[in-house]
Each structure stands twice: as C-alpha cells, then as structure tokens.
C-alpha cells in the first residue's frame, strides 16, 4: 500500500503549505509512514493529530476538540467493549480506511474523474481548493476518520442488552423478550442547528456565488442531510428526511442503534458550531462538510434503510455520492489487524497484507487466516457497484505472491 500513498502525496498541494508557510503535508507524510510501519494506536493519533492539525478551524485551542473526540472513543472502545460478546477495533481501523482510500484514489483513474467531476464543478461549489487532490484528501479525510464517532452509543446499547439477558436468564434460560433502547438526550435540541449566515462583510459576495442555496434554509441536522442527499440518489428530500426521521423511531421500537446516522447527526453539529464560532464561509459546511457527513450516513443507512422499501435503490454508483462510495468500500474491506475488545471476538489475525489496486481491479492478499465476522465474499455483501472504477472487481485473497 506504501506505493500507492506516496505517489498520492507526491502529487498533494495543501493550500496553507504554499501560502501561508505551513509544513502540514510533511508532518501528515511523516505521520503516515510511521504507522504504516507500526500501525499501533500511539502511530494512529499521530495520523489523527497531523490531519486535524492541518484542518482546524478558526483560533487554535490547547485542546484540540476533534483529537479530544477521537481519544474518547478510544478509550470508550477499550472500556467498555470489553463487556459485550463481540467488539472489534475502530480507532485504528479508521486510520487503515483512511489509508486504503488514499490509495484507490492514488491507482485508479476512474475514481479520480468520478470524484472531480461530481466535486470541483465551480459552478455548484465555487469554493472548492484549487489545489491538487485536496479537495478529495479533505472531504475523505474527514468520512473516514470519523465514520465510526456514533460506535460508543451502539457499545451502550449492547452492554445494556447483555445484563437485562442475564437479569432474565434466572431461574429459567430464557432471554429478555425487549431490547432497551439508547439516544442522545433530548435529540430534537441536540440536531437544532439554524442557517447560516455570511458575516456582513462577504454576504454580498456568498449570495453572488451561491444564489440558488436553499439548502441553507434547513434548521436541523436532519434536514440538511436529507436535503443533502436527496437529489445526488434521485428521491425527494420530503421523503428523505420522512424516513430518516421513521427510523430515528424504527431504532427506538426495535432496540438497535446504527452509529453511522449517529455519527453523522454528530459530525454536522460540531462542525456546525465551530464555523458558527469563527464565522467562516457557510459554504464550508453546505458543501465538503455535509458532504462528508453524508457518507458516513450512507455507509449504513443506504444498505439497511434506502435499498428497502419505499425507496428499493439499487446499487450505489460512483458519481452519485463518491465520498461515500468509497467509505463502503473500504470499510467493508478493511479487516486485517483489528484487536478484538470482546469476549467472545475473535481478532482479525491476517498479516503480510498486500493491496494490488489499478484501473482494472483490486486484489488484497494476506497470509494467516481471517476472522470468524470477517466479510469474505465481498461481491454478496457490498451494496455499490464496485465495476464503476473496477472492470474486474475486488478480490480478497489468501496466499499468493508478495514480492
């Protein structure tokens, strides 16, 4: 995979480096090849700290607030995920998605136009980076590190579940017959997030460039990622935002949580105040923030909620939403060397990866053996259509040689 990350940074330009002086793309290199190397949760905050570094927002705190996140769920993660049956890394597994779509993005050309055209159209978003790859290192960089930020509310829910089974199981072995359920407290307030606005100084300049926002219109989180959505899969934002709002009850009744609507609903809100704070360009919410915010909405909710009734969407294509595309690959084939918290987890235990991955196809191949929950047929188990960048498809493979 080092190849193929390195050709990628090679080619990077980020904007503060050229004009302000920076050196963010020497620490991210730095940062990178060490865990690549050693790939241990030390070297994966070291991934995170470059990145979110490179990427803050506004006045610089002593306590960076997205690194504060991420070290939380770590330790939520470490804690408490050793109480339930089956729970597996994703701290550093977020890192390793990160990665694995860098160098998709890197080796396959395909992706590239997909990911431009439907990105850097000046036209819908004047204020895409102008420089090269940073608009997609940005916007990716964000779905994949934070896709899994809702996971501790899922981890809540099945520690709770686990100890009413037991509670039940005497004096008889008989389970509880009604899962509980976890939120977020008083959610309503939690999504509440008004417009928007330009600071006076540039709302001339902002209504100029984007005169047909209505998007800006949505005060809640919800909306904005329905409204989002929406026309990029060709369903009306009303319905959208009906079902979304269907399966925030649909997850109470039934007793489950899907922490990719949670991490989303998240993700919105911190950004939402930041910009709201510093009083930066609103674009840069409507567009890369929710854009990624989406994908890590979709790469749940689009297999479980959008491919149902009513919708029945078929496969997820590239140019509708490459972002998320792309975490649904990725996340689904990213299973080497994840540690196992659970009881009953076995770890991911694959070792000696090797990722072929150009315009025809890709192929992982490792050496050891798979996890018992590992995905292994991926074309039964994805829900995009992987021949858009990849005429031969993805193959997992054991053995095979790793020159």
Known sequence: MKKYI?????????????????????D??????????????????????????AYWIGVQESDNPFLELTKTIKKYEECAGRLIDNQRDHYIHSVNVFLLGIAIFSANEKYRKYFDDYA???????????????????????????????????????????????????????KCKKSSFVKIPHF???????????????????????????????????????????????????????????????????????????????????????????????????????????????????????????????LLRAYQHPIAYLLIICDEIQDWNRKAYGENDNPSIEKDIKLIVNNNGLRLLYKGKRAKNSSVKISKTFVVNECDIFKKGIRIVKGGKHG
Request: hydrophobic share 40%; aromatic share 20%.
């Open 6 to 26: 390195f050709n990628f940074f090679r080619k990077l330009e980020i904007y503060e480096d050229l004009h302000n002086s920076k050196g963010y793309k020497k």
């Open 28 to 53: 991210l290199t730095i940062a990178i090849s060490k865990f690549i190397d050693i790939g241990d949760e030390e070297s994966a905050y070291g991934v995170y700290t470059a990145f979110f570094k």
């Open 120 to 174: 850097l159209d000046k036209k819908i978003y004047p204020d895409s980076y102008n420089t090269k790859n940073e608009e997609f290192f940005y916007r990716w960089g964000l779905a994949a590190l934070f896709h899994d930020i809702g996971y501790p509310i899922e981890i809540t829910l099945k520690q709770a579940n686990k100890y009413f089974n037991f509670i039940w199981c005497y004096p008889k072995k008989v």
């Open 188 to 314: 309503d307030k939690f999504i509440k997030l008004p417009s928007l606005k330009a600071s006076m100084k540039y709302r001339t300049e902002f209504f100029l460039k984007y005169p047909r926002n209505k998007i800006a219109d949505k005060n809640d989180s919800v909306s904005l990622l329905a409204e989002y959505i929406a026309p990029r899969l060709g369903i009306s934002s009303g319905n959208m935002k009906k079902r979304m709002r269907f399966f925030i009850g649909k997850m109470e009744k039934d007793g489950f949580v899907d922490h990719g609507f949670y991490g989303a609903v998240i993700m919105a809100r911190w950004y939402y105040h930041l910009l709201k704070a510093t009083k930066w360009n609103p674009a840069y919410f409507y567009y890369p923030v929710l854009d990624s915010a989406t994908a890590i909405l979709l790469h749940n909710f689009y297999k479980h909620v959008l491919m149902k009734k009513p919708f029945n969407l078929r």
